[in-house]
């Protein structure tokens, strides 16, 4: 076959392609499958955070001594109670109903005629009592609105409150690691100070045996004071440490640690 004075070749044009339709709609759903992967992925990942487990809610018994520090922090902190009553409020403003947006009035009429009343004195003209409802158009007319920023309130109120739970549980972990972490040095700092205090012992019997020197006697003294000081140091971050969770348990370390081990 001639195309423009050039023969053309002798198969089919499909052979040419580098897909036929049936392979593009199988790369199609090669394609898919990760997307499909992916959403599912963000979908899982996208639910909702269950607060009950970041802060054991009050009168539930937590499983860990730490959750049970997160717990106390919160439930005994007068801040995290502002949030507590901060929710109420905004979930009070929503219960408006619609007879709060009514105005009643009453009144008694003060005159003679219906101080005294006789045979003479016909009062048609000045009721004793005056009774009467006005509506608030306005209230009434902007209710939808009200309604839309009280449930945005509320919103507002429930993320903040979500936000100071976790801040208090990552707080309050990172406080006890804090604490853990300088009892464990306190332990080391002690050791050291009775090993470096056994050799001093022994270099100032042997100094006073004129078996070492001055010199060897002063670097003697000189690591024991050192090591006593570093085992100072390490027992003042302690008790600051404790002072800090303290702070956020809003009771005495020692308290804490005594209901830890009757759970034991």
């Given at each position: 076959?001639?195309?423009?004075?050039?023969e053309s070749p002798n198969f089919p044009l499909q052979?040419?392609?580098?897909?036929?339709?049936?392979?593009?709609?199988?790369?199609?759903?090669?394609?898919?499958?990760?997307?499909?992967?992916?959403?599912?992925?963000?979908?899982?990942?996208?639910?909702?955070?269950?607060?009950?487990?970041?802060?054991?809610?009050?009168?539930?018994?937590?499983?860990?001594?730490?959750?049970?520090?997160?717990?106390?922090?919160?439930?005994?902190?007068?801040?995290?109670?502002?949030?507590?009553?901060?929710?109420?409020?905004?979930?009070?403003?929503?219960?408006?109903?619609?007879?709060?947006?009514?105005?009643?009035?009453?009144?008694?009429?003060?005159?003679?005629?219906?101080?005294?009343?006789?045979?003479?004195?016909?009062?048609?003209?000045?009721?004793?009592?005056?009774?009467?409802?006005?509506?608030?158009?306005?209230?009434?007319?902007?209710?939808?609105?009200?309604?839309?920023?009280?449930?945005?309130?509320?919103?507002?109120?429930?993320?903040?409150?979500?936000?100071?739970?976790?801040?208090?549980?990552?707080?309050?972990?990172?406080?006890?690691?804090?604490?853990?972490?300088?009892?464990?040095?306190?332990?080391?700092?002690?050791?050291?100070?009775?090993?470096?205090?056994?050799?001093?012992?022994?270099?100032?019997?042997?100094?006073?045996?004129?078996?070492?020197?001055?010199?060897?006697?002063?670097?003697?003294?000189?690591?024991?004071?050192?090591?006593?000081?570093?085992?100072?140091?390490?027992?003042?971050?302690?008790?600051?440490?404790?002072?800090?969770?303290?702070?956020?348990?809003?009771?005495?370390?020692?308290?804490?640690?005594?209901?830890?081990?009757?759970?034991?």
């Amino acid at each position: 076959m001639l195309t423009n004075g050039v023969e053309s070749p002798n198969f089919p044009l499909q052979d040419v392609l580098p897909f036929h339709q049936s392979d593009t709609a199988t790369l199609e759903r090669y394609l898919l499958i990760p997307l499909f992967l992916l959403f599912g992925h963000l979908a899982v990942a996208q639910q909702p955070m269950d607060f009950s487990r970041v802060v054991p809610p009050e009168g539930q018994t937590p499983r860990t001594f730490e959750a049970q520090l997160v717990q106390w922090a919160w439930y005994n902190s007068p801040e995290n109670a502002i949030l507590k009553e901060r929710l109420a409020i905004a979930a009070k403003k929503k219960n408006i109903t619609w007879w709060d947006l009514l105005d009643a009035n009453a009144s008694f009429n003060l005159n003679e005629g219906n101080l005294v009343r006789s045979a003479e004195t016909n009062n048609l003209f000045f009721p004793r009592y005056n009774l009467g409802v006005t509506f608030n158009l306005a209230a009434i007319a902007t209710r939808p609105a009200q309604l839309k920023i009280a449930d945005a309130e509320i919103k507002i109120a429930e993320y903040e409150e979500q936000q100071a739970k976790l801040n208090v549980r990552a707080e309050v972990l990172r406080r006890y690691e804090d604490y853990e972490l300088a009892v464990e040095i306190l332990k080391y700092k002690t050791q050291a100070e009775q090993e470096v205090e056994n050799v001093f012992n022994l270099v100032s019997n042997q100094f006073q045996e004129d078996k070492v020197d001055f010199k060897d006697y002063n670097a003697a003294s000189a690591s024991y004071q050192g090591a006593k000081e570093a085992r100072a140091v390490a027992q003042a971050a302690v008790n600051k440490a404790k002072i800090s969770l303290e702070e956020l348990i809003g009771i005495e370390w020692e308290k804490a640690v005594k209901r830890r081990r009757k759970k034991r």
